[in-house]
């Protein structure tokens, strides 16, 4: 892992400007709380609140490394075509050198019915393709959304990826925060998002193994 290197005092001095810029922008106590949970930008948490009330939509999303708070702003969100991973302060170096911060995974997306949640399917049409033409919803959706965040979504969503090869699954060590109609629930770890998925009738396609099921889960949910 590579990424820039910063004392723990450096990295808390820089946390605390990006919150005031939070707060300056109209952040409220919640986005702040969550930001410090999840590592995302209290600016984006507050968009992201305000877009899925709006549109009655529930977002869930893995998050970044705490750390990666402090440089959501300053540096651009990972692409999609670097793999490395980010290191402890949330931050990677890609492709001839460019310093980014860890962008947010998109778990699912789903649109209130009034009854119930129906899934917005958020990848390639072509089931299991790492690439290929989106649905119109989809495309107009994230593209939406990437007029308003500070760190630009850079895929669809990770329980639409029908590959249970190249899918990576859940971790222990993964946290999440599901954007609920205006409201923000932190999920500290998998066990949590999955009961959060049972809790409102979303179809969770991780196996006990925390692998992805893959196309068999195509059309669920």
Known sequence: MSGLRISAAGLADLARNKEHQAKAAGADGLDIRLSEETGMDARDIMVLRRFTAERQLLIIFRCPKRSARA?????PAKTFATKAKTNETGTVL??????MVSDYDMMSCWRYTGTGFQK??????????????????????VRDLNQLLITKLQHGCQDDFLNAEKNPGVKLADHFLAIRMGDGIYLPDPIHCENFYMAHALFWPYLSNSRHRGSGSAGQG
Do not use: K, N, Q, V
């Open 94 to 99: 890609g492709y001839g050198g460019r310093l």
């Open 71 to 75: 440089f959501h702003g300053t540096l």
């Open 120 to 141: 917005i399917y958020i990848s390639a049409l072509e089931p299991g393709a790492p690439r290929g033409r989106w649905s119109p919803e989809a495309r107009d959706l």
